[in-house]
């Protein structure tokens, strides 16, 4: 099973910037759709964007289109999570998960996701 690690998070005035990282090991990479969710307190755990296996398809929550980017480096088994324009909204802690199966389909829902990374916490100040 693969194992997923999250790095990147921290604290950040609003409309400043963030880079995720999630670095992936015991799997095959390449072959799965990846995924970034977030949670915040009190709430349940969100799609905030997912990359396919070779990165030729994306999609994103409505909430981070236009300011977040996905992407991934197969060679280096890690997908990134650009965050623009941040909100205070975007407070959360911010999993990386990832599709290992029926991976034709790029889904944006948490049960189609096998693996989890512990999170990073993300937070913007006013």
């Known amino acids: 099973q693969v194992q997923l690690v999250e790095s990147g998070g921290g604290l950040v005035q609003a409309g400043g910037s963030l880079r995720l990282s999630c670095a992936a090991s015991?799997?095959?990479?390449?072959?799965?759709?990846m995924g970034w969710f977030r949670q915040a307190p009190g709430k349940e755990r969100d799609f905030v964007a997912g990359?396919?296996?070779?990165?030729?398809?994306?999609s994103y929550a409505d909430s981070a289109k236009g300011r977040f980017t996905i992407s991934r480096d197969n060679a280096k088994n890690t997908v990134y999570l650009q965050m623009n324009s941040l909100k205070p909204e975007d407070t959360a802690v911010y999993y990386c998960?990832?599709?290992?199966?029926?991976?034709?389909?790029?889904?944006?829902?948490?049960?189609?996701?096998?693996?989890w990374g512990q999170g990073t916490q993300v937070t913007v100040s006013s």
């Open positions: 998960a990832a599709q290992t199966s029926n991976t034709i389909v790029l889904y944006t829902t948490i049960r189609r996701y096998d693996s």
């Open positions: 015991g799997g095959t990479f390449s072959s799965y759709n």
């Open positions: 990359i396919s296996r070779t990165g030729g398809s994306t």
